[in-house]
């Protein structure tokens, strides 16, 4: 099914533990986002891509690198996890700028 | 900077009537994007009302409505006819002018309904 995969589902990670999380896009997309979401806090936007090779920073992109190498995919690297970084986190791509297509969320929680 | 405003944490509602969720935002631009969306327990976000501002006839889907007031900066939801269904997290959120289709979420509104 088209749409957004997000890999891993679920993730604990021990502070200081690096990892990528993988977003995936089989709509040809040019657009894709990460968002973390915290309660009472909504989803807040860590960084971005226009385009395959272009990045950009959100709202909160201290401690997160990202990658576009390939238009279909965007990765977000965690360097040195903190316990800060548990939340969830959501991929997202457009292809109009006003329909959006999220991921199922991963779960991850820094101990 | 523009920012989105759900004063709401937590709403309830009877099975069958009416509830309004309430939003507000702060922009200094013309023309942009307001949504509405869906977040059940399976952590899905879904698409329920999008509305363009340059329109000033509020959106509709089916039991799904908003109220958009421009002047106020003022995006409530009306969900009408509630289902058990509707029970979920609700974000409203602004897409921001320009050429990167950056959104900006409100902190959300859990709807409970009651049967």
């Known amino acids: 099914n088209a749409g957004v995969t997000q890999t891993p589902k679920f993730r604990v990670l021990k502070t200081g533990q690096s990892m990528t999380l993988l977003c995936a896009q089989d709509m040809n997309h040019e657009y894709m986002y990460w968002y973390r979401q915290d309660p009472g806090m909504g989803l807040r936007l860590i960084h971005y891509s226009v385009g395959e090779g272009t990045t950009a920073k959100g709202e909160v992109p201290d401690g997160y690198n990202v990658s576009r190498l390939k238009k279909q995919n965007f990765l977000l690297g965690l360097e040195s996890a903190a316990p800060s970084q548990t939340s969830v986190y959501f991929c997202?791509?457009?292809?109009?700028?006003?329909?959006?297509?999220f991921g199922s969320g991963t779960r991850l929680t820094v101990v | 900077a523009q920012t989105v405003t759900q004063s709401q944490p937590e709403m309830s509602v009877q099975e069958a009537e009416t509830v309004t969720l309430s939003c507000t935002y702060d922009?200094?631009?013309?023309?942009?994007?307001l949504f509405w969306y869906k977040q059940p327990p399976s952590r899905q976000m879904i698409l329920v009302i999008r509305q363009e501002a340059y329109k000033q006839q509020n959106a509709t889907e089916n039991r799904f409505s908003v109220n958009f007031q421009k002047a106020a900066k003022s995006f409530s939801l009306k969900i009408s006819d509630s289902q058990l269904g509707d029970a979920a997290m609700y974000f409203c959120a602004y897409r921001v002018e320009g050429n990167t289709g950056k959104l900006i979420f409100g902190q959300g509104t859990t709807l409970q309904v009651k049967p």
């Open positions: 922009t200094s631009e013309s023309d942009y994007y």
């Open positions: 997202a791509s457009s292809y109009t700028r006003v329909g959006y297509t």
